[in-house]
């Protein structure tokens, strides 16, 4: 047998994190993440399917997302890469001044939000990018 089959036989794809039996936080094919955690290059590949998830998030919600700044993009896409899509979709007035273009009323209702309170400096730096373009 392949050496590589028969080791990803006996440790079993496991897609999300869990606890191996020696209580150790692992995922995939038993990569030890509380010893070995991830290199740079994986962390940057994880980093881009997760960007273009955030992207398509956004651009699924904002039909003139291509016609935007590019910190108005940056800053939509950074709250669907913190919050998720169903987490930026629930900005549901907010989504609604910025198709409407009022930038002022986008950046009032994401101020107005749990998020803006949980993380202040990156909701701050986020409602100044939407209400400065």
Known sequence: MNPRDYI????????????????????GYGRNLTARGISRQEAEHLFEDDYFA???AVRDLVPAFDALTDNRKAALADLAFNLGKRGFQGFKKMLEAVRRDDWAGAAR?????????QVPNRAKRNKEMLLNG
Do not use: H, M, V
Not at 8 to 23: F, M, V
Not at 109 to 117: H, K
């Open 54 to 56: 955030a992207e398509s």
């Open 109 to 117: 209702e994401l101020e107005d939000s749990f998020y803006f309170r």
């Open 8 to 27: 990803k036989q006996n440790e079993g794809l496991r897609l999300k994190p869990y606890l191996c039996t020696s209580g150790k936080l692992t995922i």
